[in-house]
């Protein structure tokens, strides 16, 4: 995953900061992802980076910070990946089967450990809390993509669904996809997706 940094006519001390963020970034998002944000202190970011506490409050005032550009990061390369997919899809419902591909390839990542947003929402549960807000507002824009793209496969259809319950359904897959891979089998969970993905564009258009 990539976070994007602002660029700077700083010079060489200006790129200096704009790497060290990113390292620090970088440092922390594997480290989060596998293995928990809260089980993981500024302190060992700041020694596997590495970095100095002064570096880090420079660009980090608090550990939260780093943890909303973490998921920020995550949001825009999921965006990013599904929307490459959309592009080279064509017709909508083949770009369904697409962000379903793109879930698919996920579960078979030899790094993949569940859900990055699940995983954060898990640790996050206060609504207000600014954490969670970015976990919803990635989560509203999943929905609302998929909502779109089953509105044009429906079509004027006379068995024509809603297209949000379609989309609510796609995503209640791929949760338990993310959840479950490793607990059910891996290949039997991509494949019950894949079937289940296929399902839901067979039954409602």
Known sequence: MTTPTRTTADGPAGRARSEARERLVATASGLFYREGIRAVGVERILAEAPATRATFYRHFPSKEDLVLAYLRGVDAHTRDVVDAAVRAAGPPADAVRAIGAVVADDLV???????????????????????????????????STLTGLFADVFGNSPRRGRPEHAAQHFVMMRDGAMTGAHLDGVEDVRSAFHRGVDGLLTLLH
Do not use: M, S
């Open 109 to 143: 990542r030899p790094d993949f450990r569940g859900c990055a947003f699940l995983k954060a929402a898990a640790e996050y549960p206060d609504p207000d809390d600014p954490v969670r807000r970015v976990i919803l507002d990635h989560r509203t824009w999943y929905v």
